[in-house]
């Protein structure tokens, strides 16, 4: 059967991007790389019929708008950042086909670590890296694949070893991890190199298909208009200038031997390590949800903030565990500030009635400040009518926002007297659920006897919150 050339079917039928009335063309130059690329990885995900379970990540570039053209699941990432987003959507969508589409700016510049680190862990993920040799999008500067002595916006006199070093070769240092499973290079210049560029990046895709993880294409492409050339002329100068220096190649290929690496489940390991650590044993069932409570329920967008050892961290999964059991939805988020420099340890804690979105408490509406630069960095950024708990016992001044609730409060000092002074972060619980009730402080005790690991200290935390109940009921 001859093959029928036609548009793949995981394009879009009509590229929104593109303004004119058929919407039929791309927003690239004419003779740039780009558009043969994504043909040809188009191309493959109609072969192994993908498109439904593919996020595609759109780094920052000229390929910024691949989401206009692929149909299927789109992410536009920060600049380098595209293995890192990656990342995440693969390890939370298991059994999903990324692929991380970048420049040679975006992936060897200012993202070389992150491809690096995301290669070297063997991520589920297949990289198409095109090679233009230039920063296609910003006019022309150079780049790390740069030719030596070919001139841009930013090596007008030609990249000197001197001046700018050697080009990198990432297929090369990519192929000397042992994380990745398929590495090669190839170009889009001719027939012969085209249609090998198809196979690798059928190759590459098929392989994390199979499970192997993490795959590299690199395709050497052409850029005439940063290189001031004419799309034939600078076809040519990417076969007799860039190939000479990147050799077509295949660098590695063990789809064959390599077993395939995850499973379809969910990979749960992080968050159990996370009780582990914080000597919390596992949350594995919802208490019995009330649909009214759950229903009706205001959204709690915590910041729990002090320094190391005043157990913010604790605090939040606690409290987050007690939400938990009462069928809330509910995200903890742990951030370590550079405290040396007088930043907090603090974490982001939502309670909500409904799936939450993003882990993210820019603007509180509940702060606890334990410490001084806690309620410094936090106070701007609370919301209008939020609950904020200030730790008199180390915060001598008042919080300086009018539009709030402050409640003061000498946590330490109450913790010391049950004789647990660690047992602050609990005093400021139960000060949080005895003021606003958003769940029965009661229910704290419970929690901290079922998951407390320390057994021998569950009786001074519970202490602790009632303390703090009584302290707010006065
Ligand atoms: C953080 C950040 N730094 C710099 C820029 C400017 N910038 C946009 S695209 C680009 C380089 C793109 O070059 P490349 O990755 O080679 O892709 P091409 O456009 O050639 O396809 C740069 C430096 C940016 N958008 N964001």
Same mark, same amino acid.
């Given at each position: 059967m001859p093959e029928v050339l036609k548009k793949p079917a995981s394009f879009y039928d009509r590229f929104e991007r593109k303004v004119g009335k058929d919407k039929l063309n791309t927003h690239y130059c004419p003779g740039c790389g780009h558009g043969r690329v994504h043909k040809l990885v188009a191309e493959a995900m109609d072969k192994l019929g993908i498109a439904d379970k593919t996020i595609l990540i759109s780094p920052v570039g000229c390929s910024v708008f691949a989401y206009y053209y692929f149909d299927c699941g789109n992410i536009q990432a920060a600049h380098g950042r595209a293995p890192a987003v990656a990342t995440g959507a693969s390890r939370s969508n298991p059994g999903s086909i990324l692929i991380s589409y970048q420049g040679d700016g /975006?992936?060897?510049?200012?993202?070389?670590?992150? *491809?690096?680190?995301?290669? @070297?862990?063997?991520?589920?993920?297949?990289?198409?890296?095109?090679?233009?040799?230039?920063?296609?999008?910003?006019?022309?500067?150079? %780049?790390?694949?740069?030719?030596?002595?070919?001139?841009?916006?930013?090596?007008p006199y030609g990249r000197s070893v001197e001046n700018e070093g050697k080009p990198i070769r990432m297929a090369e240092l990519i192929s000397q991890l042992e994380g990745p499973v398929f590495v090669e290079r190839v170009a889009v210049t001719d027939f012969k190199n085209i249609n090998k560029a198809k196979k690798a990046i059928y190759k590459a895709l098929k392989s994390q298909h199979d499970g192997k993880g993490f795959s590299f294409v690199e395709i050497l492409a052409p850029c005439p208009t940063s290189n001031r050339m004419k799309p034939l002329e600078c076809l040519k100068w990417v076969e007799e200038n860039m190939i000479p220096y990147y050799p077509i190649k295949n660098f590695k290929d063990e789809t064959e031997t390599r077993p395939a690496r995850r499973s379809d489940k969910p990979q749960l390991s992080t968050v159990e390590e996370y009780f582990d650590a914080l000597n919390l044993a596992d949350? +594995?069932?919802?208490?019995?949800?009330?649909?009214?409570?759950?229903?009706?329920? +205001?959204?709690?967008?915590?910041?729990?903030?002090?320094?190391?050892?005043? $157990?913010?961290?604790?605090?939040?999964? !606690?409290?987050?565990? &007690?939400?938990?059991?009462? =069928?809330?939805? *509910?995200?903890?988020?742990?951030?370590? =500030?550079?405290?040396?420099? $007088?930043?907090?340890? @603090?974490?982001? *804690?939502?309670?909500? $009635?409904?799936?939450?979105?993003?882990?993210?408490? !820019? @603007?509180?509406? *509940? &702060?606890?400040?334990?410490?001084?630069?806690?309620?410094?960095?936090?106070?701007?950024?609370?919301?209008?009518?939020?609950?904020?708990?200030?730790?008199?016992?180390?915060? /001598?001044?008042?919080?300086?926002? !009018? /539009?709030?609730? %402050?409640?003061?409060?000498?946590? !330490?000092?109450? %913790?010391?007297?049950? =004789?647990?002074?660690?047992?602050?972060?609990?005093?400021?619980?139960?000060?949080?659920?005895?003021?606003?009730?958003?769940?029965?402080?009661?229910?704290?005790?419970?929690?901290?006897?079922?998951?407390?690991?320390?057994? @021998?200290?569950?009786?001074?935390?519970?202490? %602790?919150?009632?303390?703090?109940?009584?302290?707010?009921?006065?």
């Amino acid at each position: 059967m001859p093959e029928v050339l036609k548009k793949p079917a995981s394009f879009y039928d009509r590229f929104e991007r593109k303004v004119g009335k058929d919407k039929l063309n791309t927003h690239y130059c004419p003779g740039c790389g780009h558009g043969r690329v994504h043909k040809l990885v188009a191309e493959a995900m109609d072969k192994l019929g993908i498109a439904d379970k593919t996020i595609l990540i759109s780094p920052v570039g000229c390929s910024v708008f691949a989401y206009y053209y692929f149909d299927c699941g789109n992410i536009q990432a920060a600049h380098g950042r595209a293995p890192a987003v990656a990342t995440g959507a693969s390890r939370s969508n298991p059994g999903s086909i990324l692929i991380s589409y970048q420049g040679d700016g /975006d992936l060897a510049a200012i993202g070389g670590n992150e *491809v690096i680190q995301a290669a @070297n862990r063997g991520e589920s993920m297949t990289i198409i890296f095109v090679n233009n040799a230039i920063y296609g999008m910003t006019g022309g500067q150079m %780049a790390p694949t740069t030719l030596i002595g070919q001139k841009t916006a930013t090596t007008p006199y030609g990249r000197s070893v001197e001046n700018e070093g050697k080009p990198i070769r990432m297929a090369e240092l990519i192929s000397q991890l042992e994380g990745p499973v398929f590495v090669e290079r190839v170009a889009v210049t001719d027939f012969k190199n085209i249609n090998k560029a198809k196979k690798a990046i059928y190759k590459a895709l098929k392989s994390q298909h199979d499970g192997k993880g993490f795959s590299f294409v690199e395709i050497l492409a052409p850029c005439p208009t940063s290189n001031r050339m004419k799309p034939l002329e600078c076809l040519k100068w990417v076969e007799e200038n860039m190939i000479p220096y990147y050799p077509i190649k295949n660098f590695k290929d063990e789809t064959e031997t390599r077993p395939a690496r995850r499973s379809d489940k969910p990979q749960l390991s992080t968050v159990e390590e996370y009780f582990d650590a914080l000597n919390l044993a596992d949350v +594995s069932t919802k208490g019995q949800a009330d649909k009214d409570f759950v229903k009706n329920f +205001s959204e709690q967008r915590v910041r729990i903030a002090g320094f190391g050892g005043q $157990g913010v961290l604790v605090a939040g999964v !606690t409290l987050g565990v &007690l939400a938990m059991e009462e =069928g809330l939805e *509910v995200t903890w988020l742990p951030s370590y =500030g550079p405290e040396m420099r $007088g930043g907090t340890a @603090n974490c982001h *804690v939502i309670l909500s $009635g409904r799936k939450v979105g993003s882990p993210l408490v !820019t @603007n509180p509406n *509940v &702060l606890i400040a334990m410490n001084g630069p806690s309620l410094d960095e936090f106070e701007p950024v609370i919301e209008k009518d939020s609950v904020v708990i200030v730790n008199s016992s180390l915060i /001598d001044r008042k919080v300086k926002r !009018t /539009d709030v609730k %402050a409640i003061y409060v000498p946590v !330490t000092e109450i %913790a010391t007297s049950v =004789g647990l002074t660690a047992a602050a972060n609990m005093v400021a619980l139960g000060v949080y659920l005895g003021y606003t009730k958003v769940i029965a402080p009661e229910k704290l005790f419970k929690t901290i006897e079922k998951y407390l690991k320390k057994k @021998n200290l569950i009786d001074k935390n519970i202490e %602790a919150v009632k303390k703090g109940i009584e302290f707010i009921s006065k």
